[in-house]
């Protein structure tokens, strides 16, 4: 036991995996909970249309912020001690997070009909969209905000956050659920990130103070470049991958049935669950980690480090989610019969993903734009190809089949984009 915690407190990764756990478990049984509720309620159908608002949600989360995020958390990590430059930087992220803003809610607004008629192929819900144009400035100064919690490691009040957050989120889609039924669940999902941003400034407040001191809004052309190489990195990892993810459900209803859009729906939001555990500790120490590592021998040392920590915890965690899938399904997704067979098919590709996210992530931490952007493309291509072949052989069980196929190849091709990247790092200073 003594042995234990002396592990736990030199090992950071741990640290901030064994309190994200606490945290994340007390949101799986929640969530849990509440997909049990809302299978009941809608069945597959309902869950099909929740799935489709998440990824609009997704998608207005990366354009109200123009991707500023993962810029913030390599900025804040890399400056903590320089306020002036910080504040310059922060300067120029709200204002790309104005102009964001301003452009999401305009062509939320004006094309309202048209994005409720492609999600959900009528107007039922023409009004919540309507309402989402109010959102996007509210989802930048979150997204600000949270670069700042990640770019400084603060995981205690990153945990904090995130639990009182959900929590809250929780109540009020129950309470919606009750009074307005799937509408109301739409509208919780909508009103989360106003919840979402009065958690942080209860919890996070002084210390956004302490960090950020704006007090004229202007771009400086140095940090925009900056920004911008996030922004398209930004645009093709959330924006396309959405895109694609709401694009496939539509082919699994309009060529199979909405029932197998469900199943497949329903198999990413227990994806998402535990998947969640690996999302904090990316932000928040392996983006900053990276960003500090210039040699490849450094940075082979800290993936296989980072392999040794995080694998066999994930791995023994999807193995349990395997073998007690008709439990989870039973509990979960009472009558959705055709669940089960694409669990091995998702773990697996999930395992894999986990591993390559690692390594990609050094994209982000030394702003690679361009390696970025063509994995990327790569990866979503080989996936939206391969998932609309195998659809029409499989049904929904393709399209997790394309997941599986689709992240081996992308964790070879990341390997060799960082190796090459190394590569000519060594071979710049060699010649100088």
Known sequence: MKNFKRILKSNLILKITSLNTIVIAIRLVISLIIQRVLAVSFGEVGIAKIGQIRNLMQIITSTASLGTFNGIVKYVSEFTEKKEKLNRFFNTAFVFGFIGSFLSATIIFFRASWITQSLFGNLDFLELIKILAI????????MIFGGLINGLSDYKK??????????????????????????????????????????????????IKKHINVKNLKVEIPFAKEILGFTLMS??????????ELDIRTTITNKISANEAGYWTAMTFISKNYMVFSSGLFTLYVIPKFARIHEGSVFKKEVIYIYKTLLPLFGLGMLLVYFFRKLVIEVVYPNFLGLEPLFKWQL???????????????FLAK?????????????????????RYLVVVYGA?????????RYIIYFFIVILAVWNYFKRQKNNLGYE
């Open 348 to 362: 697996i590709g999930d395992f894999i993903r986990l591993a390559a996210l690692v390594v990609s992530h050094q």
């Open 135 to 142: 959102l996007p400035p509210v989802i930048a100064i979150n």
């Open 158 to 207: 990153y945990a904090k956050i995130e639990l009182v957050s959900y929590l809250l989120s929780a109540l009020l889609l129950l309470v919606f659920l009750y009074n307005y039924q799937l509408k109301g669940v739409l509208f919780s999902i909508i009103l989360t990130p106003i919840l979402h941003l009065f958690v942080i400034l209860y919890i996070f407040g002084s210390t």
């Open 367 to 387: 702003k690679m734009v361009k390696t970025f952007i063509i994995t990327e493309f790569l990866s979503l291509g080989l996936f939206y190809v391969l998932a």
């Open 235 to 244: 645009f093709v990892s959330s924006i396309l991958l959405n895109y694609v």
């Open 397 to 405: 069980e393709g399209v997790v089949m394309a997941h599986l196929y």
